[in-house]
């Protein structure tokens, strides 16, 4: 998300920032490589196919799944349709505005997206009703509720579980409903540059010191589906490897706490 919408951090604070970081620790007590606590709650929008609540720390976000039947594209005439959207509500910081989506919503959903698809999460083959005609259309819309950093890794969390938990209604034709059929779990990371330091899920004053900024998604296999960098400062080979190693050993952590 651009600076200029999440405020200035005052010079007080970003020198205590600084200074806890070279003694190892963050401003909330945090080792660098670690996340805030992370609360799940799926099934939270009873009317829709799939829904989930997300706390990170103090960030919440709430995903739900929608389900249509419509035209593939031209181009994947047997394949379903995956599309994501992140709505910023004005209530969840002073700077947010309804509207249209801006840059930060914009590129939020990409990166989001992007994890998701290239991870081949949804077998959107099996979401073909007829070949070159008709299949399932899936909608994840995410409303951010409060913003406190690390919308990238919270918005994840949501669509993830929020898809792991939809329901595809019956054809039109009388056929059953179905389980979305999810084929890996995806987890992304983000990590932004402070000076020298490679921290793990930046809280938003974090990230208003941050230099640089790289999301990594991952599955089980520990296979990197996504990669994407933000702002406008540069990452070392070596930080780039180190970024890579903490999204593996943290997806892992995450996908055994939270998705068993």
Known sequence: MPKDEAGVLSEIKRNYILKKLKEGKRGDGRSPESFREISITTNYV???AGSAYVKLG????????KIESGEPFPDTPNQGVLTTNVELLPMAFPTFEAGPPNEGSIEIARVVDRGIRESKM??????????AKK???????????????????????????????????????????????????????????????????????????STARITVTTTADEHIRAMQKGDTGYFTLDEIRKAIKLSSDIGRQIREKHFK
């Not at 103090?58 to 799944?65: C, D, L, M, N, Y």
């Not at 949804?122 to 070949?131: A, F």
């Open 46 to 48: 009873p009317r829709s």
């Open 58 to 65: 103090r960030t919440k976000v709430v995903a739900g799944i």
């Open 122 to 131: 949804i077998d959107l083959e099996s979401l073909v009703i007829e070949p």
């Open 135 to 209: 299949v399932w259309i899936v909608f994840a819309d995410i409303d951010v509720i409060d913003f406190d950093g690390n919308l990238i890794d919270a918005c994840t969390l949501a669509v993830v579980s929020a898809l792991k938990s939809a329901v595809v209604p019956g054809s039109t034709e009388g056929g059953k409903d179905f389980a979305l059929p999810v084929r890996s779990l995806p987890i992304s990371v983000t990590m932004v540059k402070i000076g020298d330091e490679l921290v793990a899920d930046p809280d938003l004053e974090e990230e208003q010191l």
